[in-house]
């Protein structure tokens, strides 16, 4: 619906220009006009109608490429191509999840790193120990994120809301209900990720809270969260 919709503006944009250029009672431009500028103007507005024409068209239909994990190199080219399924009808809330993810963990990161920082002197065991942790932990939720933005290409709104009415077409329904459940399972597969994802930004928040406070207690509560911080980087690994 959103290419078609796009179709019909794209054409309607060129219908209008044409006529806004061609028009008697409008510009009326002609090649043969005698002002040679005037002539000129009106095959360089053709030539451009053409080709918005041809290639806007082109670039419509053509069916979209998917972009391997090699061309995500930065979580900004991530988050762009979570975007294009933000307003998915089915899909849409987790790409819009995940992109707020991606944002609040990058703050998340920002926040326990600078506290470490202020806490630890750098180079002592301490200090290596948490950063380590923190820096991986933070490496391993983009990747995830990265993960779930490449898993979002397989969804189709379209596709998906024809296997939802399986049963009323003539292709088998056992085929059909083989197909659903890649989407299924595709689709817990994203939702599992966002909850280890939404945990570790939890663990991280907390631990900065933790690191800021100098007790005794503080210090033993901040190394039991930095065990659980490393069990869910571990366990993002998993969610490839």
């Known amino acids: 619906m959103k290419k078609i919709i796009k179709l019909i503006l794209l054409n309607l944009s060129i219908a209008v220009g044409a006529v806004i250029a061609y028009s008697d009672g409008l510009l009326g431009l002609r090649p043969s006009d005698a002002s040679i500028l005037r002539a000129g103007f009106s095959i360089i507005i053709g030539l451009a109608l053409a080709f918005a024409l041809i290639y806007g068209n082109y670039k419509l239909l053509q069916e979209p490429k998917l972009i391997q994990r090699d061309a995500l190199t930065n979580p900004e080219q ?69 993960n779930i933005a490449l898993r979002m290409q397989m969804f189709d709104d379209a596709e998906y809301r024809r296997l939802k009415n399986y049963r009323s077409d003539a292709i088998p329904d056992e085929i059909q209900q083989k197909q659903i459940e890649l989407y299924d399972r595709n689709t817990q597969f994203i939702k599992n990720s966002i909850a280890v994802n939404e945990e570790l930004i939890l663990k991280m928040d907390t631990l900065a809270l933790e690191v800021s406070d100098s007790s005794a207690r503080n210090e033993n509560d901040a190394d039991e969260l930095l065990d659980e911080i490393t069990r869910l980087t571990s366990e993002l690994k998993y969610y490839k």
């Open 78 to 146: 991530v988050e762009s191509l979570l975007k294009e399924f933000t307003n998915s009808s089915y899909f849409g809330n987790y790409a819009r999840t995940a992109v707020d993810q991606l944002r609040r963990l990058a703050a998340s990161t920002r926040r326990t790193v600078s506290v470490i920082r202020e806490k630890f002197q750098s180079g002592t065991m301490s200090f290596d120990k948490y950063m380590s942790i923190i820096e991986a932990a933070g490496a391993t939720a983009i990747d995830n994120i990265r």
